[in-house]
């Protein structure tokens, strides 16, 4: 099994900040890699697809980088929209998740 | 615009089989390019993947729930289905529907929770 695993677990941040979240695997996924946004009571909503692709409709100041077993996703610019829960997943071999990332108000 | 929605009994007893329904609105289950899949989430955790299946082809289940899980398309009535059978406390969770073009999943129905639960 790929093994996902993102840091931070929780990340306090306020409005107009800049947050990186990372996630890495525990074997090379090349691209495969999807990000995804989560509200509590809500389905998870595809933001980034093949490590830098942009789903459609999704604002560009999401945005995802890297390859190999590192990668990163990225706000460029908080908004209060944006606090929820994102997940990494790889779909190299078949689909494995991250364990999550709590993005909070500070 | 295509949607998904998922249908089924709210609680299941242990040791007996979870059986939830997809519909799938605004297209067709046999559209080229699409695979249909299941993911759940336990209450306050993350995210797992249970299988999927693409028209006319083999289902794939994730290997910890092979043995229990059976994913079917009825084409007549647009839909896909999930079987989980010998079902535990540990199997209570939201349970997804979802639909697969672009490689992974991003399509989503808005998701059913199942108890365990005698």
């Known amino acids: 099994d790929i093994q996902m695993t993102q840091s931070p677990s929780t990340l306090s941040a306020s409005v107009g900040d800049r947050v990186t979240i990372t996630c890495r695997a525990s074997e090379s996924i090349s691209s495969w890699l999807a990000w995804y946004q989560q509200k509590p009571g809500k389905a998870p909503k595809l933001l980034i697809y093949k490590a830098s692709s942009l789903e459609s409709g999704v604002p560009s100041r999401f945005s995802g980088s890297g390859s190999g077993t590192e990668f990163t996703l990225t706000i460029s610019s908080l908004q209060p929209d944006d606090f929820a829960t994102y997940y990494c997943q790889q779909y190299k071999s078949y689909y494995t998740f991250g364990q999550g990332t709590k993005l909070d108000i500070k | 615009q295509l949607q998904l929605q998922e249908s089924g009994p709210g609680l299941v007893k242990p040791s007996e089989t979870l059986s939830l329904t997809c519909t799938v609105s605004g297209g067709s289950i046999t559209s080229s390019g699409y695979y249909w899949g299941w993911i759940r989430q336990p209450p306050g955790k993350g995210l797992e993947y249970i299988g999927s299946i693409y028209y006319g082809g083999s289902p794939y289940y994730n290997p910890s729930l092979k043995s229990r899980v059976t994913i079917s398309v009825d084409t007549s009535k647009n839909q896909f289905s999930l079987r989980l059978s010998s079902v535990t406390a540990a199997d209570t969770a939201v349970y997804f529907c979802?639909?697969?073009?672009?490689?992974?999943?991003?399509?989503w129905g808005q998701g059913t929770l199942v108890t365990v639960s005698s």
């Open positions: 979802a639909s697969r073009t672009s490689g992974t999943w991003g399509l």
